[in-house]
């Protein structure tokens, strides 16, 4: 359902972007690279954590708001929510060997289609339905490189990862899994398939990079509230009033002052 809602917000921010207008591509691609990372990223690592969070959880000015079954990053939580992230980022990381497979097939369909299916045929592969050669053009060349939208996604990814990769290793692991297939496949399309892209200038670069100085932050923020949890590193027990309620963790800003 994440990686739905991903792709949803991706095509929606790039018709919303491109019907503004932009002085330059680079301007225009650093504007979709932008609100696509944005999006995806509180989509992929907070929104489901936002929807779990209880009432009552330490950060008590967000118990109004928000009554999920969960109060911290406890048992329980690693389990359910924890799998949850983990299978979303793993076929996260699928997506572009499936996104390229669809766009091939879907091209060498349009091709073939429009050489009256002989394609395997030499002597008749120059055949064609189209009259001009705009037409010629637009059909057999290959999908456009949207080297913002790859940059929104390699963004996403390494937030994600800093974020619970300190207490969930495994996110390490899928993110260099993930970043082979994107390194594969960029040097496959590139050299052989992708379209020629539109000149730009160093903001799509500079842009991408202003971003990377929030991630060690997000990473040291994250990395101590989930590394000075008693409950799992000291083997901290509070009594449950019901069965179904959870643990209280005894993690406060308080505690985390102290060493484990």
Known sequence: MIIVINIIITECTLSWVISNGYASYSRQF????????????????????LANMQKGSTFHFLEKIFNGNYNDYSYDWYGNVGNQLVMAMIV???CPLIEFTVERTINGLRVCSDNKWNCCNKKK???????QMGQYLEIHSDVEQELHVKYA????????????????????????????????MARFTLIKKIKLPPSMDETLTTNYLGWMKYAPLLYLFQGYWMLSNKQIFDGWVFPRMEITQPMETGHTLKSTMTLN
């Open 30 to 49: 650093s504007a979709i690279s932008n609100y696509v990372f944005v999006a995806t990223f509180f989509n992929t690592a907070w929104v489901i954590q």
């Open 92 to 94: 996260n990381a699928i």
């Open 125 to 131: 592969k120059y055949i064609t339905k189209c009259t």
């Open 153 to 184: 996604e390699i963004m996403t990814v390494l937030f994600v990862t800093l974020q619970y990769g300190p207490s969930m290793p495994v996110f390490y692991i899928i993110a260099v899994f993930h970043y082979f297939i994107y390194y594969s």
